[in-house]
């Protein structure tokens, strides 16, 4: 599982010309489901997600400091397979991302999952599958990128505080 987070000052998905969800100070995750993603990916995009520490902590004056559900603030997740996507000479190739009639049911638990580890009203998603019209006011702007198969890059033995 892929996920793309940015810190925003507001964040809002629109289908067919009318807004399906928003929030405002937060998260916006862009989520793409591999093929071969399990409960355990899943588990480990959500853990990482809610407790990245990407603000500042306005008490000490240290920035990096608080994860989103110190600050209370919301994540906005969007379903995105194209982050599985890959050319093939100019053409994009999706054949390793998830295919809908798997990915659907399973993105749906990956939002329950965020809900039940956090606040459910702080957890808004846009339409899977829907033609989605992404906005938002990036804050940082502040992008980090989250892979579950690519160990390499987490330090996941040693659990953050």
Do not use: C
């Not at 809610?50 to 603030?73: A, K």
């Not at 990956?110 to 956090?118: A, G, N």
């Amino acid at each position: 599982m892929r996920a793309v987070v940015q810190r925003v000052a507001s964040a809002s998905v629109e289908v067919e010309g009318r807004i399906v969800s928003e929030i405002g100070p937060g998260l916006l995750v862009l989520v793409g489901l591999h093929e071969s993603d399990s409960d355990a990916d899943a588990d480990y995009i959500s853990r990482k997600v809610l407790n990245m520490r990407l603000f500042p902590n306005e008490n000490t004056g240290r920035g990096w400091d608080q994860n989103v559900m110190q600050r209370n603030y919301e994540v906005l997740l969007v379903s995105q397979f194209t982050l599985y996507g890959f050319l093939k000479g100019n053409k994009p190739d999706f054949h390793v991302a998830m295919p809908p009639q798997t990915a659907k049911p399973f993105y749906a638990s990956l939002v329950e999952r965020f809900q039940k580890s956090y606040n459910p009203d702080a957890i808004k998603d846009g339409i899977f599958g829907a033609m989605m019209k992404v906005s938002l006011i990036n804050d940082g702007p502040v992008t980090m990128q989250l892979d579950s198969q690519s160990p390499k890059y987490s330090n996941d033995a040693v659990e953050e505080s």
